[in-house]
C-alpha cells in the first residue's frame, strides 16, 4: 500500500463547475496535510495546508480533512481552464521531517 | 522574499559523468530538501538538511549522490557517475523552523533542475 494515495485521473469538468480531488494516506497518526498545484514543467505550489479535521476554506479551495477515514480532499469550486494542473497530496506523517507525496491528480477544465 | 533559486534550470549530461545542482533557499529558511520527480509521478524525498547538518537521507538515496548544505546556506547536490536512470526533475525546497508549525510548516518550492543522461 502507498503512503499518500490518489487517482491519477484526468478528472474533467466543466468550466464553471465543482472539481473535487481526493486523497488517502496509511500512516494513521499523520499531522499534517498539502494540496500542491503543479503545472506542466514546472514546480509545485502550495495551494492549500490542513491540520485539523474539518473544513478550510480559501477563496475557490476547499480543503477536508477526515483523520478517522484517513482521507483528505480538495474542492474547487466555480473551476477555470487556469485550474488545469496535476493536483499533488503531501502528508506529513509521524516522525518524518519531510513530506510524502501522492502521484498526483491531473484536472482538465473544459472550457 | 525572491523565492528558492535552483542552477542550472536545464542539464544536459552523458552516462558517467558526474553533475552538480545548486540550490539556494529562501533567506530565513533554516530547514532545506532535495527531492526528484519522474513523470508521472510526485516528488520522492531524497535528503534533508536543518542549518548545515544533514539528519535524514532517503534509501533512494545511492552512495553516487551526495549533497552539502555548507554554513547552512545554499546546498549542492552532486549524482557521480550519472545513469540514464537518473534523468529526472530536481527539486529543491526549503521551510522555517521558526514559523510556529515546527516540522509542520510547509515546504516552498525552487523552479528545480531537470536533469537528462545521454
Known amino acids: 500500500q502507498k503512503e499518500v494515495e490518489q487517482n491519477s485521473g484526468p478528472l474533467s469538468v466543466p468550466e464553471g463547475a465543482i472539481a473535487s480531488l481526493n486523497c488517502t494516506y496509511s500512516?494513521?497518526?499523520?499531522?499534517?496535510f498539502f494540496w500542491y498545484r503543479q503545472y506542466s514543467g514546472k514546480s509545485p505550489e502550495l495551494i492549500m495546508s490542513?491540520?485539523?479535521?474539518g473544513d478550510k476554506e480559501d477563496g475557490r479551495f476547499t480543503a477536508q480533512l477526515n483523520k478517522a477515514s484517513q482521507y483528505v480532499s480538495l474542492l474547487i469550486r466555480d473551476s477555470q481552464p487556469s485550474d488545469s494542473a496535476t493536483y499533488l497530496c503531501?502528508?506529513?506523517?509521524?516522525?518524518?521531517?519531510?513530506?510524502?507525496f501522492g502521484s498526483g491528480t491531473r484536472l482538465q477544465v473544459q472550457p | 522574499d525572491t523565492g528558492v533559486s535552483q542552477d542550472p534550470r536545464h542539464k544536459i549530461t552523458k552516462r558517467g559523468q558526474n553533475v552538480t545542482f545548486r540550490c539556494d533557499p529562501i533567506?530565513?529558511?533554516?530547514?532545506l530538501y532535495w527531492y526528484r520527480q519522474t513523470l508521472g509521478q510526485g516528488p520522492e524525498f531524497l535528503t534533508y538538511?536543518?542549518?548545515?547538518?544533514?539528519?535524514?537521507k532517503s534509501r533512494l538515496l545511492s552512495d553516487r549522490f551526495s549533497a552539502e548544505r555548507p554554513k547552512g546556506s545554499f546546498s549542492t547536490l552532486e549524482i557521480q557517475r550519472t545513469e540514464q536512470g537518473d534523468s529526472a526533475m530536481y527539486l529543491c525546497?526549503?521551510?522555517?523552523?521558526?514559523?510556529?508549525?515546527?516540522?509542520?510548516?510547509?515546504?516552498?518550492f525552487g523552479n528545480g533542475t531537470r536533469l537528462t543522461v545521454t
Open positions: 503531501a502528508v506529513k506523517g509521524t516522525g518524518r521531517r519531510a513530506l510524502t
Open positions: 490542513i491540520y485539523s479535521n
Open positions: 533567506s530565513e529558511h533554516n530547514r
Open positions: 538538511f536543518q542549518n548545515e547538518a544533514q539528519l535524514e
Open positions: 500512516d494513521r497518526v499523520s499531522q499534517s
Open positions: 525546497a526549503s521551510s522555517s523552523f521558526t514559523s510556529g508549525l515546527g516540522y509542520n510548516s510547509p515546504l516552498h
